[in-house]
């Protein structure tokens, strides 16, 4: 068993930045692939970035490519999500999850894992 911890939520306002953080405990997560996602009110839960097993590979939905990097520090057992140029339609609750093989995974079924997730607001 794998237990997530999501961190660093917070209002802000566009333009701002933010950085999450996914603690992962119970047993390590560097042989897995990670990923992040969120979910705003009323809609569904949507993918917004994933990285391998070492960190060395990363992909991002379009909605957020070059505005979001994903990295990892498998010797903390935990993961980032550094979201720039934040815009109000970022606003959702962020959540982490765990991969069930070791290479970049893009829908929520391919993970095993999941946070309670952490509330990014972001003001206009």
């Known amino acids: 068993q794998v237990q997530l911890v999501e961190s660093g939520g917070r209002l802000v306002q566009a333009g701002g930045s933010l950085r999450l953080s996914c603690a992962a405990s119970?047993?390590?997560?560097?042989?897995?692939?990670m990923g992040w996602f969120r979910q705003a009110p009323g809609k569904e839960r949507e993918f917004v970035g994933t990285?391998?097993?070492?960190?060395?590979?990363?992909a991002y939905a379009d909605s957020v490519k070059g505005r979001f990097t994903i990295s990892r520090d498998n010797a903390k057992n935990t993961m980032y999500l550094q979201m720039n140029s934040l815009k109000p339609e970022d606003t959702a609750v962020y959540f982490c999850?765990?991969?069930?093989?070791?290479?970049?995974?893009?829908?929520?079924?391919?993970?095993?894992?999941w946070g309670q997730g952490t509330q990014v607001t972001v003001s206009s």
């Open positions: 999850a765990v991969g069930r093989d070791s290479y970049r995974m893009y829908e929520a079924y391919e993970y095993d894992y």
């Open positions: 990285i391998n097993w070492n960190g060395q590979s990363t």
């Open positions: 119970g047993r390590t997560i560097s042989t897995s692939a």
